[in-house]
Antibody, heavy 117, light 107 residues
């Protein structure tokens, strides 16, 4: 059974850093595209980043240069390193498996990041 | 970046109604479009991909169509469990984008 479990969210001050983790089971992270999607309170979905199976990475303009997506193949885990956090980064962050030419077929339960002083 | 514009942003409908949601891309996306359903407090669920292909396990009352820049999601006969927010998403470019969502509410 495919499962994704995000951890690492919490309250962080503006300008701070946080690393989110997404532990996967039932499939191999390194063999798939993996993505982060966020949702601000009461708002819609916003795509954040993707890492391809080959290792290429892409970011939304809103986070480029501040966020870094990566994976640890030995732990079958996806990460999102978030630096220089802003109030507008406050959101529930979901990790999801992406299938080429299909979309995001499995999602985690999400982890809440709150950026506030 | 490719912008995705959904309409309407919300609608009210009754059980049994036919519902259509539209998604327009700012440029052609060659059917590289997925639709998701999200219920409050839950993660989104993939409904359709490649504009018209039904994800496994999704009821056949959901269907998708379109080409180029214009796409639609249709629910042929709305059921109580279908009241939710629906999002389109393009994966044509390397920078993916979602529509702003359409909330389907009970009339």
């Amino acid at each position: 059974e495919v499962q994704l479990v995000e951890t690492g969210g919490g309250l962080i001050q503006p300008g701070g850093s946080l690393r989110l983790s997404c532990a996967a089971s039932g499939f191999t992270v390194s063999s798939n595209y993996m993505s982060w999607v966020r949702q601000a309170p009461g708002k819609g979905l916003e795509w954040v980043s993707v890492i391809y199976s080959g290792g290429s990475t892409y970011y939304a303009d809103s986070v480029k240069g501040r966020f870094t997506i990566s994976r640890d193949n030995s732990k079958n885990t996806l990460y999102l390193q978030m630096n220089s956090l802003r109030a507008e980064d406050t959101a529930v962050y979901y990790c999801a498996r992406a299938i080429d030419r299909i979309g995001l077929d499995y999602w985690g339960q999400g982890t809440l990041v709150t950026v506030s002083s | 970046d490719i912008q995705m514009t959904q309409s309407p942003s919300s609608l009210s409908a009754s059980v049994g109604d036919r519902v259509t949601i539209t998604c327009r891309a700012s440029q052609g996306i060659s059917n590289s479009l997925a639709w998701y359903q999200q219920k409050p407090g839950k993660a989104p669920k993939l409904l359709l991909y490649a504009a018209s292909r039904l994800e496994s396990g999704v009821p056949s009352r959901f269907s998708g169509s379109g080409s180029g820049t214009d796409y639609t999601l249709t629910i042929s006969s709305l059921q109580p469990e279908d009241f939710a927010t629906y999002y389109c998403q393009q994966y044509y470019s390397t920078l993916w984008t979602f529509g702003q969502g359409t909330k389907v509410e009970i009339k």
